[in-house]
């Protein structure tokens, strides 16, 4: 009995003189080192948006002073700059500059992100408005990249579209309607069947007039991305087969073509995959950098 209470006592001493951690509340939220919001006032659009841009590292040291970067543009904004940000922070992936467009000012996110990434008016949205990819397309060029451009030192030559689900979609239509704006396209489960798949269609005019296509693509789907498995409402590798298979028919002069169906992914988890190989895709095996 006596051994009993001596056991207990001495437990409890060594209980007591463990140490605990001292832990104090440092800041509200993580920050991102090297990253910047900035609000743009859109005259074309009427609308505001914030601009998510991290720098490289290194971007700042005077031996890098005249050097110019690639330029990673990303729609979705709160969703695919985090992404992005986690994917380039490493030393072989951190070579961009990365910048992300968040959606408009007091909208809904996916209100906003249906009107500015569908390329025509779909009656069949009940729910949102559609068709304003256009004038989003020229608000991008018009005041986001120049804005950019010269505050920071990216490389026009260099640019890098990369968008998921209707923005993976939105990046084929600028693709096959203003090709040249980006070097290079990288689009993880794009949404081809928006407005019964019209981009098929937009990819057959385009091949009525044109023989050429100098751009680099890259287009990533989840091999989960099926209405059996994911409960899609279409089959997305089937879309994804034939736009790559169309693509690689045309024997366009300039393009370099690379795809997959990502195995283990579905919908919502092939972004982060599909950008990281798409990165490393550009950077090592087309540009070495």
Do not use: C
């Not at 001292?22 to 006032?41: A, Q």
């Not at 600028?174 to 290079?184: D, E, M």
């Amino acid at each position: 009995m006596i051994r009993a209470i001596l056991l207990i006592a001495i437990l409890v001493l060594s209980n007591s003189l463990i140490a605990k951690p001292l832990i104090t509340k440092v800041s509200e939220s993580f920050e991102l080192s090297g990253s910047k919001i900035y609000t743009v006032d859109s005259d074309i659009l009427k609308r505001k948006y914030d601009l998510y841009v991290k720098l490289p590292s290194g971007y700042s040291n005077d031996d890098n002073k005249n050097k110019t970067y690639p330029i990673i543009y990303l729609n979705d904004g709160p969703h695919t700059f985090k992404v992005a940000s986690g994917v380039t922070h490493f030393k072989d992936m951190d070579k961009a500059i990365v910048v992300a467009i968040s959606f408009a000012h007091g909208e809904n996110g996916q209100y906003s992100r249906v009107r500015d990434l569908t390329p025509v008016v779909d009656s069949g949205w009940k729910r949102y408005t559609t068709g304003g990819a256009s004038k989003y397309l020229q608000f991008i060029e018009k005041e986001v990249m120049p804005f950019i451009e010269g505050s920071f030192r990216g490389d026009p030559t260099r640019r890098i579209l990369s968008g998921h689900s209707l923005g993976g979609s939105f990046g084929a239509w600028v693709l096959l309607t203003n090709p040249q704006l980006f070097s290079t396209y990288i689009l993880t489960s794009p949404s081809l069947w928006f407005k019964d798949e019209m981009i098929f269609d937009l990819e057959n005019k385009y091949a009525s007039h044109n023989n050429t296509l100098p751009v680099n693509v890259y287009i990533a789907t989840g091999a989960l991305e099926t209405i059996q498995k994911s409960h899609m409402r279409n089959d997305m590798i089937d879309g994804h087969k034939r736009f790559l298979a169309k693509l690689q028919s045309r024997n366009y002069r300039g393009l370099k073509l690379s795809g997959e169906v990502v195995s283990g992914t579905d919908h919502y988890s092939t972004f982060p995959v599909g950008l990281a190989k798409g990165l490393r895709w550009v950077y090592q095996d087309l540009w070495a950098i």
